[in-house]
């Protein structure tokens, strides 16, 4: 990353790709995630060079074992003391015991797979542990493999020495990889869980913005599909005419038209075949019945996809750069918000409405784009200048959430690896233990020393981490790209690390806090607020006539009642207070229909309130002035001119 610009910041070259294009379906089926949480990589079976061996040597260990039950030579002949087909096994175990246990996880799969619940819990959680699981049945297998052939006999016959110690290491062996599933199972738990409860909204929501682009910059599909439904509904009518005519009235069996829903479900199967999401999936999905596969989706296609328009996926002879299509900054926002509107709006209209809207997408999804954006409702439509802040924003928030998930996913790569070497200390005192190299109180001895010298030189940092991973992963007051007031100072969130956060102020110096001291501190979040207040204070004289004073509040409430893509109806005009009993003091408190996460929208919405004000002060010839002064004069100059003061009189 270059340090000298922020991440934040319009780059007009990303390395970044255009994710799958949702798109829409309207039928329903028994399963709808049948094909979606089990990725292709995992359903194929792979053949490795181990693979190949271990599986030559199965077959190879099978027909040894069989020829020594069959052939007496090869039955009563031993080695070491032990018959020749229990070193077969040992060895057939040792060898293709991990081989065997794979094909145990594949069964297992086969019918989790048929079970619908089954497969929308589990199923990420055994692909993701099947290599830890296969150890854990391969050593399993092992050790009662040892057990079971070399006995207390041949204890006896090696003296005792040797098989103790053979076994302590199996042992040693499968506690290692049990607790080691143990720690991978928790972490990937713990990750998926934290993923799905901070990040599952604002991924749906980013993903429906970049279908509504793509949707209102292509075609109007469903004004398409509409035309071709009702030309084939004419011809099939005509050509049953033609039929009842010249033959005698018979229930025909020939084919019937094709309806939209059958388009619609080629599009679902060859976004099925994309590994893709469809749009009506997303629309069900939320965070009780998502699966961690399909969240694992959803969240590789924010993080590596940009917004784009539809005609990036069409074949464009005049555009040598494809990406010069995608939406890499705010410049191209705006450049696309101007394409949409020509593309979506009636030919001369200054508004998008909602039957534009529906010549594009289904009538509920047009209802539902439709209050996303500012100011947008059924009667007065959708501006130029809203469906630009849209896109603009759609695009930031796209921005910020991918580089969220970016820090996040290396944050917990970091706490992986430190808890690796967390677990790996603990395996080895286990297997000191198991051993006997060391007595318990030996360890008990050791390890306080070892705590001792830890506390003294580690202790602070120790607490400092502990304290960072509580805030990172538990409080998580805020993410990339959100608007933060800490002690005073508002700043934008540059970066998240797992120890410190990269801040922005207003200049756009960077300020790094370390995450334990943000941790003691109080924050203010402005993204994460609901719609939030403002208010305008101001004097007027106090001897200006209440007429005047009730024609203005009834000017102002009206000018914010009629802006209502910026300000709630209904604001309180109060007077606050008294002031050198000359002037009264008096708050209009209102309220935004956003939050100041863009602060710069903030004051332009209120300087035009306070413009509005302005004219309406002078309209009514409201003024504000000073207490008259005794002003004793001693020594005045001969005067120059004899023009006075413009408020001469008033003063009087």
């Not at 030579?73 to 032990?82: P, S, W």
């Not at 049945?137 to 005792?160: H, P, Q, R, Y």
């Amino acid at each position: 990353m270059n340090r000298t610009k922020s991440r934040l910041m319009n780059s007009q070259d990303q390395d970044q790709r255009s994710g799958p294009v949702l798109k829409d379906s309207e039928v329903e089926e028994e399963d709808p995630f049948s094909d979606e949480d089990l990725p292709e990589e995992y359903k194929k079976v792979k053949f490795s060079t181990l693979t190949v061996l271990q599986l030559v040597s199965l077959v190879s260990i099978i027909a040894l074992l069989v020829c020594s039950f069959i052939f007496i030579i090869l039955r009563e002949k031993r080695a070491f003391g032990l018959e020749l087909w229990k070193w077969e096994v040992m060895i057939m175990v040792l060898i293709c015991g991990r081989l065997v246990s794979g094909w145990g996880i594949r069964l297992v799969v086969f019918f989790i797979e048929r079970n619908f619940l089954l497969r929308k819990r589990a199923l990420y959680f055994v692909y993701g542990l099947r290599n830890s699981v296969q150890n854990c049945i391969w050593l399993s297998l092992l050790l009662i493999a040892w057990l079971c052939i070399f006995d207390k006999k041949v204890d006896k016959m090696t003296g005792g020495k040797v098989l103790p110690y053979v076994s302590s290491i199996w042992i040693c062996l499968l506690v290692g990889a049990y607790i080691w599933l143990l720690k991978t199972l928790v972490v990937k738990v713990l990750a998926m869980s934290f993923h799905v409860s901070t990040f599952f909204d604002r991924i749906q929501e980013s993903l429906f913005n970049q279908y509504v682009i793509e949707m209102w910059s292509g075609p109007p599909l469903v004004e398409i599909d509409q035309r071709e439904h009702k030309e084939e509904e004419k011809v099939m009518s005509e050509v049953l005419a033609d039929l009842k005519a010249s033959t005698p009235p018979k229930t025909p069996t020939a084919s019937t038209p094709r309806s939209s829903a059958f388009s619609m479900v080629i599009s679902e199967k060859e976004k099925e075949k994309e590994g893709g999401i469809t749009i009506d999936h997303l629309h069900r999905l939320n965070q009780k019945n998502i699966s961690a596969w399909n969240m694992k989706s959803l969240m590789n296609m924010v993080r590596k996809g940009v917004l784009s328009t539809l005609d990036e996926k069409l074949p464009q002879p005049n555009y040598e750069d494809e990406s010069a299509l995608q939406i890499t900054s705010e410049k191209k926002a705006k450049a696309a918000a101007k394409k949409i509107f020509n593309n979506v709006a009636k030919p001369g209209s200054k508004f998008i409405y909602l039957e534009d809207l529906m010549r594009f997408m289904r009538e509920d999804e047009a209802v539902k784009t439709m209050c996303l954006i500012e100011g947008g409702t059924e009667t007065s439509g959708i501006s130029k200048g809203a469906l630009k802040n849209w896109v603009v924003n759609a695009f930031r928030a796209q921005r910020a959430l991918a580089l969220s998930l970016n820090d996040t996913k290396t944050a917990v790569n970091k706490l992986h690896q430190m808890l690796n070497v967390l677990v790996a200390i603990i395996i080895l005192v286990i297997w000191l233990l198991i051993l006997r190299v060391a007595t318990m109180h030996f360890l008990v001895f050791l390890s306080s020393q070892i705590l001792l010298v830890v506390v003294v030189i580690l202790g602070n940092s120790a607490k400092t981490t502990f304290e960072a991973i509580i805030f990172l992963f538990v409080m998580h007051p805020f993410d990339v790209g959100d608007r933060v007031e800490i002690d005073g100072v508002q700043m934008i969130v540059e970066e998240m690390n797992i120890l410190t956060t990269v801040f922005l102020r207003y200049d756009n110096q960077k300020i790094i806090y370390p995450n334990s001291v943000l941790s003691m501190k109080p924050i203010s979040n402005y993204y994460r607020s609901p719609h939030m207040g403002d208010s305008v204070d101001f004097c007027i004289h106090i001897s200006t006539p209440m007429e005047k004073i009730s024609m203005m509040k009834e000017k102002i409430t009206m000018y914010i009642e009629n802006r209502s893509d910026h300000w709630y109806p209904a604001p309180m005009i109060v007077i606050r207070d008294v002031e050198d009993l000359n002037g009264i003091k008096w708050s209009v408190w209102l309220t935004h229909t956003m939050n100041h996460q863009d602060m710069g929208e903030r004051w332009a919405r209120r300087a035009l309130l306070v413009e509005e004000m302005v004219k309406t002060f002078k309209g009514l010839d409201i003024q504000y002035r000073m207490l008259p002064l005794d002003v004793n004069i001693r020594n005045l100059p001969p005067l120059s001119s004899s023009r006075a003061p413009s408020n001469w009189t008033a003063c009087a």
